[in-house]
Every structure is written in C-alpha cells, then in structure tokens.
C-alpha cells in the first residue's frame, strides 16, 4: 500500500518512538476544471503523502507482493469465471504510502493506505472509531481481503474529511472487529474502480459502494472523476514525497505531456486498472510482449510474468538473493545495465538503469546487505498471455506522474524529475 526502524516488539513496524507521536500527513489536492477531460491547474490546496517501510514479519518483500498479485487475479477471477478465491498467509505490507483522512464531525484523523487496488475505504485497525453525529450504521457487514492482510467489521456512513475544501457528507466507511496485516496503520484508502467493492457486503447486495473519489464527483466537489498521483524515488526510510490531486492534475510535477491508455478489457486485468503494454531491454531485447496486467499503487515492485522475468536476468545476469529474495547484480553488471523501455499505447517510456534499483540506502531496511545491489524486478510466477501478466507497482510510479481517469476509462502517465534522477 518511509521510516525508522523500530525495535519494540510492540510495533511490528519501521520508526522511531519519535515517530509514533508524529502525525503522517496526507496529500491531496483540490483543483478545479472546465471540462470532463483532466487539465493542469496551477492553484491547488495540497498536503504530502507519506512513504513508509513497515518491514516486520519473516516473508520477504517478493513474497509479499507475490501474495497480493495472486489474490487480486484469484478475486477477480473468482467474479469473472465462477473460481474459488485462493487464501493466502496474511502479512503486512512492506512499504507503503500513507493518508491521513478524517472520519466524523469533529473528525478523528486515520492513517490510511492509499491503495488503487482496492476501492473499500475502511478503517479501526490500529485506531479505534470514533462515531460522531455524522455516524450512521447500515446494520451490513463488510470485509476484503487483500493477500497481504484482510479485515472484516460493520459498514458506517460517516462525513469523510480528506483536506479543506473536500468533505464529503456520506462516504460509506468499513469499521473493522478484526483486521490483520495492518499493524501501525488503521486502514485503507481504496481509490480503485468501484466494481471492486462488489460482494464485499452481507447480507448481499447487486449494488456497488461508490469510492471517495466518485462520492467528490457526485457531490461536485471536483468537476472531474479523476485522481493523479505523484511519488518520488527516496533513499530515506521515513518521507513525506507523495501526492494525490483530486479532480485534476499538477503541472508542477510534470516535465512532459500526459499520455492516455484505454483501461484494457483483457481478463481479468480489467477488472482493476488494467493496461496493455509492451517491455524492451536495451535496443532490441523483448522482455515481453504487448500483454495485460495492472498499475498498482498498494504493490511496491515491478512484477513480470514468469517468462518476462526470466529473459530480464538473462540479459542482465542476476542471481537470486536468498536473503531478500530479490535479484542482484555486481558492480560491473551494475555498470552495463541497460534501460528498459515500456510502450503504452503508442508511447515509449524509459525506465533508467537507476530506477531498476533498490535503493541501497534502504538495504537493511528489507533484510539484504548495506553494499549490495538488488534489482525491483520480480517474477509474478505465472507466464504471459493469461490476462495477468504484470503488476506495475509503485517502483515504477516513482519515476511517472500517474492519472486514473474514471470518467473516461483510462490510465495517463508522464515523465517527472525524478525520471531519470540517480536516486538509488
């Protein structure tokens, strides 16, 4: 779905005892636009997003990003084709971006996981609710689980306060009685497509529960239903360096144009923001071919099919780090490592040598060696052509600004400073 590492045996997460009395603050931005397509406005209220490594546990970050990757595509295929949803050990996530949202009137802030995979917004993990005059049960239970912790607990309608300017009176909320895998956080921000919150009520309803964001168009708070979203690359364990607008997108993030993809109608990648894209090493290596799968910002790496994965290391001579389980190269592989380029859509993105990096400031932060040089790429472990066949976590994110354009069924990206920046 940044950060101090935390020894307390209590906390089962990555700060400082200083940490647990600072407030992480969330960022979003209220901009307002002429016309149903996204345009750049310069005036905006805005608050940062924080990152947070919140390693804990004994699985490693591949191991939990595999996790997640195959409940989404056993969830989806389990509403598509009638299949058996396949559960997994829960653990938390490990590194994250984090909003502070407010929930009631006066409102109690939560920390939420910003999360495009999923679209229930929920919350009680960590911090119990607080209901307010504002509070309204629907007597439904609720829960989602996620491959990487799951919740279930009661539904509320409740005024959800994201930042000034952008209240919304009746956002249906989950309050969770049980919830695992979230330690140090209270819930979820789901800012998916709202198909995702079907069957996740009981008794059972035909209905989907609109998402913070189609509440903020509904209610005209934005003239756009739409969200972009910056991250930036960062060696520091604990930051605030993200960014969501709400209703438009920031001109002062960009340095180059918003290209559009068509949300993908290939199964079962379409059930979430879906893409097809193509993905080159160097001049003429094919990684993989144009193929389906998702943009996820609660996955932190870049997830390739089984086969994908294994023309990646070959042409990049990595080897499995057992500690992480990464891959990893030498210095001097490091040296010849080339870019790789992914076509969306007619357009070709670089991914810098840099940017295939962890970063190694935040080696020991994942279980691997200070001098070590680990790669973001990771084996989905299933081959191309099955409709699943990438995840592009938030690894990838760093280095675009990204669009997720409801009313218009596509995802945008463009490049930023940090595409090319060094930070590694």
């Not at 559960?87 to 409102?107: L, M």
Request: hydrophobic content about 40%; charged content about 10%; some cysteine.
């Amino acid at each position: 779905m940044g950060w101090y590492i935390c020894r307390q045996s209590s906390c089962h997460g990555i700060c400082t005892a200083k940490m647990h009395s600072a407030s992480l603050l969330s960022t979003l931005l209220f901009v307002l636009t002429a016309v149903a397509k996204p345009i750049v406005v310069d005036s905006f209220l805005t608050l940062p997003i924080s990152k947070r490594v919140n390693f804990t546990g004994t699985s490693t970050l591949v191991e939990r990003d595999l996790a997640r990757a195959k409940h989404l595509r056993s969830r989806a295929e389990a509403k598509l084709f009638g299949r058996a949803v396949i559960s997994e050990p829960v653990d938390n996530q490990a590194v994250t971006y984090v909003a502070a949202i407010g929930v009631g009137s006066p409102p109690t802030t939560y920390q939420l996981l910003v999360d495009t995979g999923s679209s229930n917004t929920w919350i009680g993990a960590t911090l119990p609710y607080v209901r307010t005059s504002t509070s309204v049960a629907t007597n439904q239970r609720v829960a989602v689980t996620y491959g990487s912790g799951d919740f279930q607990g009661n539904e509320f309608t409740d005024q959800v306060t994201i930042a000034s300017g952008l209240v919304i009176s009746s956002q249906s909320i989950g309050v969770a009685t049980s919830s695992e895998g979230f330690d140090g956080v209270d819930g979820i921000l789901g800012i998916g497509p709202v198909d995702l919150t079907l069957d996740t009520l009981s008794p059972a309803t035909t209905s989907t529960i609109p998402t913070v964001t189609d509440n903020l168009f509904n209610e005209g708070t934005i003239t756009s239903n739409l969200i972009g979203i910056s991250f930036e690359p960062t060696t520091q364990v604990e930051v605030l360096n993200g960014e969501i607008t709400w209703g438009g997108t920031d001109s002062s993030k960009l340095t180059g144009a918003i290209s559009f993809a068509p949300v993908t109608k290939t199964s079962p990648a379409s059930e979430f923001w879906g893409i097809t894209q193509t993905v080159r090493y160097g001049a003429s290596t094919t990684i993989q071919s144009n193929t389906a799968g998702i943009v996820d910002t609660g996955t932190t790496l870049l997830l390739l099919s089984s086969n994908g994965f294994s023309a990646y290391t070959r042409a990049t001579g990595a080897v499995n780090d057992q500690a992480t389980g990464l891959l990893r190269i030498t210095a001097a592989q490091f040296s010849a490592l080339q870019s790789l380029f992914f076509t969306i859509n007619g357009v070709t993105f670089e991914f810098t040598a840099n940017a295939q990096l962890w970063p190694r400031a935040l080696n020991t932060a994942i279980g691997g060696q200070a001098n070590r040089i680990y790669l973001i790429v990771a084996n989905l472990g299933t081959p191309s052509g099955e409709g699943f066949d990438f995840v592009n976590g938030f690894a990838f994110l760093e280095r675009f600004y990204s669009v997720f354009d409801t009313g218009n069924k596509r995802i945008g990206f463009a490049t930023t400073p940090f595409t090319t920046a060094t930070t590694n």
